[in-house]
């Protein structure tokens, strides 16, 4: 049994398909100093969200709940730089937060508010942070605005509540399969050999690998439960793989963290998140699992944890479940997220007689280390049935939208 402070990462994500259509606001100017300076709010309604970016590059992306004539309503985040899906559950449930975008005015305004009835740990937490500025509780600026000509296509409130785009099959008792969730993968042979975690594939009936986009299915060779990690196959040949370790990862030492982060419903590109290795043992002195501060995210299990000369060190598995931190420390977790190590995954293809390349032994360019990333990392997605769906979902072993 894995520890009670570790959830497992399988993001449950669904894919909208409608026509894009954004509003940028941008070089936006804060009425106060310090507040929304040159900061750019992207309004997409084909995802239905609001991406912040913030002068120094920090990425937060808000729900859009409403429009009333020129006027736009975004509200509980739904993700954000180093915040786990966790820490945004505790974050919505204890701050009623609310951004309105008026096109005609150029102008946004921002609203944070601790409920009454949030987590009195969280309370104390909070108020610290108004208490020091870190949070404002208003704001507002004024902003140079792109795109404003779509509003005319955008759904108002007279339209009804947002079209439901997950597929509709969801019937239990249906022997149909649909989409249930998604993680990632990565190519470690010219054949085809495919490593991610257990968790991301277990239970699913049918397991999709999309590369150069198309939807490859794929064979489950071999699992490992304990240490969370799953040999998988397609019936292709990879552009580039990424070769395992010999020698684990050294304390301190640079690494790179590729994935899917929460699917494709931020956009179909893999994401990368850098950072070092922060401790050579996991939670409870698990010595087959190392710590990162790279920030892992739902859809990042799977993914390869890469050093500087392109060689894989782990695989991201798991981070902090933020509720027993607050309990334990009155304070919500960081930067604190595992991989299983390289030594632990070779043992692993080792027994099932699945051989990698040979590990580089120079440092690559940050280019080429980029290019191998984009054609040797691979987006997965899990099949079933909508019974067992709800099944792992009352056993919270999903990321739920």
């Keep these: 049994m894995r520890k009670i402070f570790l959830y497992l990462l399988l993001s449950f994500t669904f894919i909208n398909s409608n026509a894009l259509a954004e509003i940028v606001f941008k070089n936006c100017r804060g009425l106060e100093p310090n507040f929304f300076f040159e900061d750019t709010f992207t309004i997409n309604f084909q995802e239905k969200f609001v991406k912040h970016i913030s002068n120094k590059g920090k990425l937060t992306f808000f729900k859009i709940k409403e429009k009333y004539g020129n006027v736009i309503t975004a509200g509980d985040m739904v993700a954000g730089d180093n915040v786990g899906s966790e820490a945004l559950n505790a974050i919505n449930n204890a701050i009623d937060l609310k951004l309105t975008f008026d096109l005609e005015r150029k102008k946004f305004t921002f609203f ?15 108020k610290d942070e108004f208490k020091s500025g870190k949070i404002k509780e208003t704001s507002a600026g004024f902003c140079d605005v792109e795109n404003s000509s779509v509003k005319k296509e955008l759904p108002s409130a007279e339209s009804g509540k947002e079209k439901n785009n997950r597929p509709q099959e969801t019937k239990r008792g249906s022997d149909k399969n649909i989409k249930a969730g998604s993680g990632t993968g990565f ?5 085809g050999h495919i490593v991610s975690n257990n968790h991301v594939i277990d239970q699913c009936n049918v397991v999709n690998a999309y590369y150069k986009g198309d939807a490859k299915p794929l064979k489950i060779l071999a699992i490992d439960r304990k240490n969370d990690l799953a040999i998988l196959k397609a019936e292709l040949r990879p552009d580039d793989t990424f070769p395992i370790a010999r020698e684990d990862a050294i304390l301190l030492e640079e690494i790179y963290v590729a994935g899917y982060p929460f699917g494709k419903s931020i956009s179909g590109s893999v994401k990368v998140t850098k950072g070092v290795v922060s401790s050579l043992s996991g939670l409870g002195n698990n010595y087959s699992n190392l710590q990162i501060d790279a920030s892992l995210q739902p859809g990042n299990s799977g993914g390869p944890i890469i050093n500087k000369k392109g060689n894989v060190v782990g695989v991201a598995v798991a981070k902090l479940d933020y509720k027993k931190v607050i309990e334990a420390f009155n304070t919500i977790p960081e930067n604190t997220n595992f991989g299983v190590k390289s030594s632990t995954l070779n043992q692993f293809l080792n027994a099932n007689k699945v051989t990698s390349s040979s590990p580089k032994g120079s440092e690559m360019s940050i280019k080429d280390i980029g290019h191998k990333i984009e054609k040797a990392t691979v987006y997965l997605d899990c099949w079933m049935t909508a019974d067992k769906i709800q099944e792992l979902k009352s056993k919270r072993v999903f990321f739920e939208e």
Excluded: G, Q, V
């Design 187 to 191: 190519f470690i042979t010219n054949a």
């Design 112 to 126: 944070s508010f601790i409920k009454s009835t949030a987590d009195p740990r969280m309370i104390k937490i909070l």
